[in-house]
């Protein structure tokens, strides 16, 4: 009979079979639900005892904090100002409205002094030498900035003013330590073209803070303490210079004089030549002059300091 009962009431059955197998699935997603729920709310939990033991502890800096680290950047600021006024009264300024022609006359006037200082301390230089202007000091010389723009003109020649005044300035330092002679001074070009003094390395200008660095080359022979005079000389201006590059290469001593058969001639020794010998050095140097912003285009004006290619007042 039940047999039967089942038989006629299969599609009963089966339902209940079905809602019994729904009903178990349900409750066991609500038992991993609850499961879930009480895993997070643990989490939740630890993470609010965090933020509360946060609050208690006052993170945040206070009022004395601020007013530290207020005072301490107003400290940087000072210094930075004091800084950029000792190195910014080197400017090298152009005279106004120079003309190309006039700066010829003044380069012609400068490389003369250059040459009688040479030529009193004993330093060897070139006929012609020009201290890396070759290009405008010709016969006749070559006038600067031609076929070019009032504007694009007074660019080249404030340029080239700034590169005369920062070589003359080298140069008569490198004359007071004593080099032995000057074989070449190499520049960066200002307008198209190139020469034999023309350096690859071109004028820069940091964009964040304005300076600009104008690179030369000087290449000429000294001893180490006419060298070590130099450098230290460098170090010691009043100019911001940096020496990026130094190569220095130890001159042989001259060959033995032979007499007429060829042989090599005996030379008896004296006490001079018992003596030490003063080795001669070939130094070939790169020193950038940088040319920082001054302040009063910071908005801070500056006076009573000289500025460099500009006699004080």
């Known amino acids: 009979m039940n047999a039967k009962w089942l038989k006629d ?52 800096p206070d009022k004395k904090n601020i007013e530290v680290v207020k005072e301490d950047r107003a400290q940087v600021e000072q210094l930075y100002d004091e800084m950029l006024a000792n190195v910014s009264r080197n400017r090298l300024h152009a005279p106004p409205d120079l003309k190309p022609v006039a700066f010829l006359q003044l380069m012609a006037s400068q490389l003369a002094k250059l040459r009688q200082s040479a030529d009193t301390a004993k330093v060897k230089l070139i006929e012609g030498f020009a201290f890396g202007f070759g290009r405008y000091a010709g016969t006749p010389p070559t006038v600067p900035a031609r076929n070019l723009s009032d504007d694009e003109a007074k660019k080249v020649v404030t340029q080239l003013v700034k590169q005369l005044r920062a070589i003359e300035k080298i140069s008569s330092l490198l004359i007071e330590s004593g080099a032995d002679d000057i074989i070449s001074i190499r520049r960066s070009e200002v307008e198209p073209g190139t020469n034999p003094d023309s350096l690859d390395t071109p004028i820069s200008t940091d964009p964040k803070v304005g300076y600009e660095t104008l690179p030369f080359e000087f290449q000429f022979h000294c001893t180490q303490e006419s060298l070590r005079d130099f450098l230290n000389a460098l170090t ?78």
């Open 236 to 313: 010691k201006s009043d100019w911001f210079f940096t020496v990026r590059r130094i190569q220095v290469v130890g001159e042989p001593p001259p060959p033995p004089e032979k007499n007429a058969g060829g042989a090599t001639a005996a030379t008896p020794a004296t006490p001079a030549d018992a003596g030490p010998k003063v080795a001669h050095l070939l130094v070939t140097v790169r020193i950038d002059f940088i040319e920082f912003p001054s302040k009063a285009a910071g908005g801070k004006g500056e006076a009573g300091k000289p500025e460099a290619g500009k006699p004080d007042a």
């Open 9 to 60: 009431n299969a599609l009963v059955v089966g339902f209940i079979a079905v809602f019994v197998l729904i009903l178990g699935g349900v409750i066991w997603l609500q038992q991993q639900a609850a499961s879930k729920k009480a895993e997070v709310s643990g989490q939740l939990e630890e993470q609010v005892s965090q933020l509360d033991h946060l609050r208690q502890q006052k993170p945040a």
